[in-house]
């Protein structure tokens, strides 16, 4: 099975930059992905990493190390709206084809 | 990008009745589709994977029974609850990925939040 750990809950502040973490364990690796959920709302996708590095897009980064099963989503210029779910899913290619599975989430909070 | 819809949006029912959801892919054609749940404050759980064609296969255990999967056509899939219960209020949310298997996008519904009383 898959093993996905993030914290629970995290705080920031509006203008500054916050690390949002995860570390996985899984057979048959192939992705890792970062989904934003506000409360109610389906995920929305935010980035994609299945090589080790860095991924830039705009005020969002993902950084991915295989070796460690790690990975981090970086936010920057945090702003109010910010605040919601971040889903941190690592996908999987089983014989069926493949599968995501989601970790707990991580509450950011941003705050004035 | 590509869109999935779901209807309905918000249904309440009694315990007992069957619920049935569907999920559509607007403009693309989905030969998977995922149905996940997801419980208050909790995240995503995979219930199954819908196939097109061909039965759908669950995540252990979700009971199939209940739970009913019909993926007939490359765009639509359903999921039936039956005989639900309140236990069965969640939120439901299905997904499909767009291309082959490696392709790295998966689009999400926008949900369907299901109350039993």
């Known amino acids: 099975g898959q093993n996905i750990d993030q914290p629970t809950e995290m705080t920031a502040t509006e203008g500054a930059i916050v690390q949002i973490n995860c570390t996985y364990q899984?057979?048959?690796?192939?992705?890792l992905f970062w989904y934003q959920q506000h409360a109610g709302e389906a995920p929305t996708f935010l980035s994609y990493n299945v090589l080790d590095g860095l991924e830039e897009k705009g005020r969002f980064s993902s950084f991915l190390s295989r070796s460690k099963g790690y990975s981090y989503l970086l936010l920057k210029e945090l702003q109010m709206k910010d605040s919601a779910s971040y889903l941190c899913?690592?996908?999987?290619?089983?014989?069926?084809?493949?599968?995501?599975?989601f970790g707990t989430g991580t509450q950011l909070k941003v705050e004035l | 990008g590509a869109v999935v819809s779901q209807h309905p949006s918000r249904v309440i029912c009694k315990s007992g009745t069957s619920v049935k959801i569907e999920c559509r892919s607007l403009?693309?054609?989905?030969?998977?589709m995922f149905w996940y749940r997801q419980f208050p404050k909790q995240s995503l759980m995979l219930m199954a994977t819908s196939n097109e064609g061909s039965k759908a296969t669950y995540e252990q255990g979700v009971e199939k029974d209940k739970f009913l999967i019909n993926h007939a056509s490359l765009t639509l899939s359903t999921l039936t609850v039956t005989s639900a219960h309140p236990e069965d209020s969640s939120f439901y949310i299905c997904?499909?990925?767009?291309?082959?298997?490696?392709?790295?996008?998966?689009?999400f519904g926008p949900g369907t939040r299901l109350t039993v009383l």
């Open positions: 899913a690592v996908r999987v290619l089983t014989g069926g084809g493949n599968k995501l599975t």
């Open positions: 403009d693309f054609q989905a030969t998977t």
């Open positions: 997904s499909a990925p767009t291309g082959t298997a490696f392709d790295n996008t998966q689009y």
């Open positions: 899984t057979s048959g690796f192939n992705g």
